[in-house]
């Protein structure tokens, strides 16, 4: 089962067995952005903050 | 048998529009690498690393870190999409409305000052209510409308006090009254390969006047027709072509504006709307840069 717990607030989350390592998904029960650093084994931490040059 | 060409993808998180590429790549059998940006260093004596690539795509989400790659590989000579001239001419919207001065595409008036006093000045040459924008930055982040003297007056000094020295080059922008949206054009191509053009585009609607789809603005498909083609092909053309995303503004009596060109573009909402897997044109066009590097 590809689950890992949330790092802010400790919710299991699901995920799709087609999730990429650098992933950005977002937490279903706080809404925190998470970054999928490894999927073997599946890990995620908080995705880096928004930067002011960030963008298109 | 003409030997497949490598290419790098320059990234630093997988957005949607980075699975796509990824999975163009893919169904294409193409010779690719990931190269996440956070993991990357350049020794400027020892290119040998970075020169088994035909191409770079860069797809980094920083400006700052997708422009020092590309000015680094284009001195080494290894083709990058977009060119590092491009980047520099789309990431700074100064820079990219003088280009477009340059070539006499329409948009709006763009006035810069370098003191809050003088940009008041100049601010009231064009009267309220007026755009002030960052010379960087995207994702309709720090833009303010300015309704009259007293906002400009509190905004100017924000921004010098408050904002890093970039945020002293205050570029003012006349405030147009749209319609409740903008235009997105996706235009792929340049002299390097072939001919350039507009492959599709959509309206960005809202009814706030930033109409950016990271500000809550949805998408609706826009027809392509002759002036929008041309105003668009001809923008991507002053800041030196590649994969770009013009902005357009309908100005009720002037017609087509272009308001800004990205030039490492999402096109998550665009690409299921227009149907046309846009991951896919990007890849086959940096393969066509791989290709004539080749030979």
Known sequence: MNT?????CSAEISLDASVEAGEIIVCPECGVDLEVISLAPLAVELAPMEEEDWGE | MQKRPRIGVLYSRVRVEEKWIFAAM?????DYERLDDREIFFDLDHPEYWLQFDAILERSISYTNGLYALRILNAWGIPTVNKASVAEACGDKLTT?????RAGIPQPRNLMAFTPESALEAIE???YPVVLKPVVG????LLAKINDRDAAEAVLEHKATLGSYQHSVFYIQEYIEKPDRDIRAIVIGDERCG???AITAMYRKSPH??????RGAEGELCPLNPELEEICVKAGQAVGGGVLAVDVIEHPQRGYLVNEINHTMEFHTVQPLSGIDIGDKIVEYVVQVARKHRR
């Open chain 1, 4 to 8: 890992v717990e949330c790092p802010e």
């Open chain 2, 26 to 30: 893919e169904r294409r059998g193409i």
């Open chain 2, 97 to 101: 409305s003088a280009a477009l001065n």
């Open chain 2, 125 to 127: 040459t064009l009267g």
């Open chain 2, 138 to 141: 995207s994702w309709g982040r």
């Open chain 2, 195 to 197: 001919a350039i053009s």
């Open chain 2, 209 to 214: 006047w930033i109409t950016n789809t990271a």
